[in-house]
C-alpha cells in the first residue's frame, strides 16, 4: 500500500494537456509520502498549497514533475516531492528517485495543483 496524494481528474486532465507525456506509459496521477505494509494505514493531512515548479526527465524514458507541498520540494527522506509524469517501456515508477538523484532538474513555474490525501 502507499500513502500520498491523488491528483484531483480535472486537474489530471487540465495538467495532461499542459505537459504532454513524452513516453508512452503515463503515470501522472499522484505524489507519494511512503509505502506502508499495514491494511488500516491513515491518509496523510490535507496540502494548503502544491505546484508544479519543474521538470526533470533522462533522455531515456522517465520523465517527472517536480512539485512544491507547502512551499517546498524536499521530502522527509531527503528526496524530493514528485509526480513521475511518463516512462519508456521497460521503466519504472521508483527510477524517477534515482533520475532526480543523479540529474538536476528545470525550475519552471507550471502552476498550482489539487490533490487529495489517499491510501492506495
Given at each position: 500500500m502507499t500513502i500520498g496524494w491523488k491528483?484531483?481528474?480535472?486537474?489530471?486532465n487540465i495538467l495532461l494537456n499542459r505537459f504532454p507525456p513524452r513516453y508512452g506509459k503515463v503515470v501522472a496521477d499522484h505524489i507519494t509520502r511512503r509505502a506502508v505494509h499495514?491494511?488500516?494505514?491513515?491518509?496523510?493531512?490535507?496540502?494548503?498549497?502544491?505546484?508544479?515548479?519543474?521538470?526533470?526527465?533522462?533522455g531515456e524514458g522517465v520523465e517527472a514533475l517536480v512539485v512544491a507541498l507547502n512551499g517546498s520540494t524536499s521530502r522527509p527522506d531527503g528526496g524530493t516531492w514528485h509526480i513521475t509524469w511518463s516512462l519508456a517501456e521497460?521503466?519504472?515508477?521508483?527510477?524517477?528517485?534515482?533520475?532526480?538523484?543523479?540529474k538536476p532538474w528545470e525550475p519552471f513555474d507550471g502552476g498550482s495543483i489539487q490533490l487529495r490525501p489517499a491510501v492506495w
Amino acid at each position: 500500500m502507499t500513502i500520498g496524494w491523488k491528483i484531483e481528474p480535472e486537474c489530471r486532465n487540465i495538467l495532461l494537456n499542459r505537459f504532454p507525456p513524452r513516453y508512452g506509459k503515463v503515470v501522472a496521477d499522484h505524489i507519494t509520502r511512503r509505502a506502508v505494509h499495514k491494511a488500516n494505514s491513515a491518509p496523510p493531512p490535507p496540502i494548503g498549497n502544491a505546484r508544479i515548479v519543474g521538470r526533470v526527465d533522462d533522455g531515456e524514458g522517465v520523465e517527472a514533475l517536480v512539485v512544491a507541498l507547502n512551499g517546498s520540494t524536499s521530502r522527509p527522506d531527503g528526496g524530493t516531492w514528485h509526480i513521475t509524469w511518463s516512462l519508456a517501456e521497460g521503466r519504472a515508477a521508483r527510477e524517477t528517485n534515482d533520475v532526480l538523484s543523479e540529474k538536476p532538474w528545470e525550475p519552471f513555474d507550471g502552476g498550482s495543483i489539487q490533490l487529495r490525501p489517499a491510501v492506495w
